[in-house]
């Protein structure tokens, strides 16, 4: 490492964050018990509850300590074997916190250590962590991270943010709920010491709503975020981290791109279309035109995209057309790298075409000898918009079945003339009406075994997922119930030992004392020398006797020739 990137590096922090989430959930169990929070404690606690050895625990406890998670004091014990000795102690640190400028811990890795300090922006690096063309070049010149270069890019219109942005808002706020559902239970009360900017989805889709996002990389680096604080919070190999890793996933368009095919629904043409998933027989695809309808289409119907049109022999009405040109646009997004930007030029042009379109069919229509009005009937399914013609005894008459109900009123002579039509033209109208009265019943046959089929398939999804739920919540709460319990018996434990202990010191302690007083009494009485009883006649300076018989005993066996009373 050269000496100008060692002189930009700053410690800001040096103990893990989710031991240091641990020490805290010891202090509290250990002060609620009303006892001091001291290394021993806490380092059973954590070897008990958490696994670390208590060695790491050591470590982190000190590292703790100098990042000012932890406060250290001096306390002296109330109770117990410890009552009156001084010892180290550990409390929460307070409420108040001064402001920060930058983060604790790394944004790409999500540890602490020695960092590199971002100008622009919160955000810190470890060297290590940093790509070769994002390291700093000398130390005289101002450090920007590369999410601060990465928003320096080209800026988009508040429109166009909001438009590219708001189906993947959306996805990331189905995910969010599961985030929430997993993290609401193990979450500190005081996270906001290890987090430096709190952000949510709902932070994010504010901050699209008021326009605050003027590149991708701007909205993706929130995402991003998301990500620092999950993993800072439950571990970079939480279950927490990998739904939020998912989150973020769907902001980097990593998945590939959708097969393109022309699609064929009973009873019409082939439609443009892009296929999202298979299952055996089926394929789910999506088309393009007006309102972008989905439906479940067999694979026989399927064809490739690089089918010639000549050979699909499709007739190309209007909404055909529009369908095209919306897939061509698709295709030249994928060219240009699937960055979805759009110029105001090419939507004038698109729109002046199908003007000119709509212009003509006018005129058309206008020009022609039938009477009759165009009528597009309102489908749920997605239809092919394709113009079918009917025989009619003066011109051929047009038919379309569109996705959407469009009406061209023709002048009022020509809507008079509809009361002289032909029985030929009356009998025409009727074997339309009835072939395309059979045609609406089928596809409304197959959208209801589409939809069952759909609805059996979300039904049993869901059933699964409350039955993991459930099987998950039950297995949280049995452990919950037995950590409980084996706490609280060894709450229990500890208290007996030490009442019993206590009580052991203080009846060593009374016998003691009696003791020293038999002792005191048994000093203060005269003994006999002869037979050891306590004695009742004086005979000289060291010599009592406790009887006369044991005074003549004793005097003609020893004591006469060294007796010293005087005779």
């Known amino acids: 490492m050269s000496k100008e990137l060692m002189s930009r590096l700053v410690k800001k922090r040096q103990a893990d964050p989710k031991v240091v989430q641990y020490i805290w959930a010891a202090i509290e169990v250990i002060r609620n018990q009303k006892q001091i929070a001291n290394v021993d404690r806490i380092s059973k606690y954590l070897s008990r509850v958490f696994g670390v050895p208590p060695k790491e625990t050591g470590r982190q406890l000190c590292l703790a300590v100098k990042d000012g998670v932890v406060v250290e004091t001096l306390t002296v014990g109330c109770k117990g074997s410890k009552a009156g000795v001084q010892q180290e102690g550990y409390w929460l640190p307070g409420d108040e916190m001064e402001a920060e400028p930058h983060d604790w811990y790394c944004f790409e890795c999500h540890l602490p250590g020695d960092v590199l300090t971002c100008y622009s922006c919160f955000r810190v690096f470890h060297p290590r962590c940093l790509h070769d063309d994002h390291k700093p070049r000398d130390s005289s ?9 990465g928003s320096r890019k080209k800026h988009l219109s508040k429109q166009e943010m909001s438009k590219y942005l708001r189906f993947i808002v959306q996805r990331m706020k189905e995910r969010a709920i599961d985030l929430s559902k997993k993290g609401k239970d193990s979450k500190h009360p005081m996270y906001r010491r290890l987090i430096h900017t709190e952000l949510e989805v709902s932070n994010i889709q504010e901050n699209l709503s008021v326009g605050r996002y003027k590149t991708f990389d701007e909205f993706k680096a929130d995402a991003q975020l998301i990500v620092h604080n999950t993993s800072i919070l439950y571990g970079v190999h939480s279950e927490q981290a990998e739904i939020a890793r998912l989150l973020y996933s769907d902001t980097c368009h990593e998945t590939p791109n959708h097969e393109l095919v022309w699609a064929k629904m009973k009873g019409f043409g082939y439609w443009p279309a892009k296929v999202l998933q298979r299952e055996e027989n089926q394929v789910d695809v999506r088309f393009f035109g007006h309102q972008h309808q989905r439906a479940w289409i067999s694979a026989e119907n399927i064809q490739p995209i690089g089918v010639s049109v000549c050979e699909l022999q499709v007739k190309r009405s209007g909404g055909w ?31 002046e075409r199908r003007e000119e379109r709509q212009q003509e069919e006018a005129e058309s229509s206008i020009s022609s000898t039938s009477n009759e009005q165009d009528v597009e009937p309102e489908m749920e399914a997605v239809s092919s918009s394709q113009e079918i013609a009917t025989a009619t005894p003066q011109q051929p008459e ?27 033209e009356g009998g025409c109208q009727n074997m339309c009406h009835e072939k395309y009265t ?20 979300a039904v049993r999804e869901a059933l699964e997922k409350l039955r993991s739920e459930m099987e998950e919540e039950k297995r949280q709460a049995v452990s919950k119930a037995v950590a409980s319990a084996q706490a609280e018996m060894e709450r229990k434990c500890k208290q007996v030992r030490e009442s019993c202990k206590e009580e052991l010191v203080e009846e060593v302690k009374k016998m003691v004392a009696q003791h020293k007083q038999l002792i005191s009494q048994t000093k203060k009485k005269q003994w006999c020398y002869n037979c050891e009883e306590e004695a009742m006649y004086h005979c000289c300076w060291n010599t009592s006797y406790c009887s006369i018989k044991c005074q003549q ?7 006469k020739r060294t007796c010293r009373r005087k005779r």
């Open 553 to 559: 005993e004793h005097w003609h066996a020893d004591h």
């Open 321 to 351: 057309r529009k369908a095209c040109e919306e897939m061509e646009l698709y295709q030249r997004f994928l060219r240009e790298g699937r960055m979805w930007r759009s110029s105001r030029s090419e939507e004038q042009r698109m729109e």
């Open 438 to 457: 059979k045609i609406f019943s089928d596809v409304r046959e197959m959208m209801k075994e589409d939809n069952q089929r759909e609805t059996e398939r």
């Open 141 to 149: 010149s101002h450090w920007q991270c590369p999410v601060c270069k």
């Open 398 to 424: 047009k038919l379309s079945v569109g996705t959407q109900t469009r009406k061209v009123v023709t002048p009022s002579p020509r809507i008079q003339h509809r009361g002289t039509q032909t029985s030929g």
